[in-house]
């Protein structure tokens, strides 16, 4: 098929599925105007183009059903949100236990190796990756309200925490870690090769997963040829500031937490994550991790792979050197500079 029929078929689908409420209320002429007819020949759809040449003939007719993983009717929206939910629940938890497994797997077979903690990386950053773009589907494409899909990507932090064993699954973490020196610069680099191989990896494998149908939601993401669209709703300095900034919360929220035990400190840091989520998830997604930003935003339409990369790679890399300079530097600075100002002055005198 040519480019201008494929893209003319994908915008008929587009419009099919988000289309419904229009076409109840009478809009199915201005609908069916602004395409041609060429997509109603694509098998499945024949139905549904008839039913938009009746709505703009103002033809009265009792509407036969159609399959409801093409177009949703009102009265089972919430039946067929709540299936989607459950079977990307069900998604989630088959990626995460399969990732656990397979960590457990390389950790026995490695363990006599040095290759046993890049192994590791890659696993969970796959893992980290694979269930965002879940996430990333329900929320987007499945609708699911605010309230639900905070509370999806709190306990997603939570568990990745709890399984990562050890993995960073971040470039920016893993950098704070080698500047540190918890980390050589050699295993940093190489671990950080290893996370986005994992993010590629991750973003050739999901769509793969979704043409199974496995769920209403896969089916008409499918349809809409697992397209996205930019989630930049800002000028690119305010993007870039905007994940700064939360990459600049969650890394002062690990820094500030490693004292605590890692039962309660798991869930700090996954509050401060969801909070993070919430306030600039309107504005850019609120990705700060490079490697899953390479995963789940570089693949959008509407925004030029230099944008990208200023807003979710120098975005996150200055918010987290910004959080360490801060507090390895100019707090300790600033307290001694305090100190030295309430000494007696006989001791300053002294000093």
């Given amino acids: 098929m040519e480019a201008g ?22 809009g199915g002429g201005k609908l069916r105007s602004s395409i041609t007819s060429a997509p109603c020949e694509t098998p499945g ?59 457990r797997c390389v950790t026995r077979a490695l363990a006599d190796t040095g290759l046993c903690v890049y192994a590791v990386e890659l696993v969970s950053t796959f893992q980290l990756c694979c269930c965002t773009h879940e996430l990333k589907l329900l929320s987007e494409v499945g609708g699911i309200e605010p309230r639900l899909a905070l509370t999806f990507t709190y306990l997603a932090s939570v568990v990745h925490a709890l399984t990562f064993s050890g993995a960073i699954g971040n470039p920016s973490g893993t950098l704070e870690h080698a500047y540190h020196a918890r980390l050589s610069s050699g295993c940093a680099l190489r671990r950080i090769a290893c996370q986005f191989a994992a ?76 909070t993070a989520v919430y306030t600039g998830g309107k504005v850019t997604g609120a990705v700060f991790n490079p490697a899953l ?26 918010g987290m050197m910004s959080s360490v300079l801060l507090f ?24």
Wanted: hydrophobic share 45%.
């Fill in 5 to 26: 029929g494929r893209e003319e078929e994908e915008r008929y689908e587009y419009l099919i599925i988000s289309g419904a409420d229009e076409l109840k209320e009478g």
């Fill in 45 to 103: 759809l024949e139905l549904i183009c008839s039913r938009l040449d009746l709505a703009s003939s103002g033809v009265e007719q009792q509407q036969p059903p159609v399959h409801p993983r093409l177009l949703p009717g009102r009265g089972g929206k919430s039946v067929n949100m709540s299936a989607d939910v459950s079977v990307s629940l069900s998604v989630l938890v088959g990626i995460i236990v399969l990732s656990e497994a397979t960590r």
């Fill in 199 to 274: 993010a590629a990896a991750a973003r050739a494998a999901v769509p793969v997963l979704w043409s199974m149908g496995w769920s209403g939601l896969h089916v008409r993401h499918k349809l809409l040829g697992f397209q996205c669209i930019s989630p930049i709703h800002a000028p690119l300095h305010e993007a870039a500031a905007v994940e700064s900034a939360c990459a600049f919360a969650v890394q002062t929220a690990i820094t500030h937490t490693r004292s605590m035990e890692e039962k309660y400190r798991v869930h700090a840091v996954a509050a401060v994550i969801t």
């Fill in 293 to 318: 930003a390479f995963s789940t935003q570089f693949p959008c339409r509407g925004s030029s792979f230099l944008d990208y990369s200023l807003v979710y790679w120098l975005g996150p890399l200055l």
């Fill in 328 to 351: 390895d530097k100019l707090v300790p600075a600033l307290m001694r500079k305090s100190s030295t100002l309430h000494l007696p002055l006989d001791v300053k005198k002294e000093t």
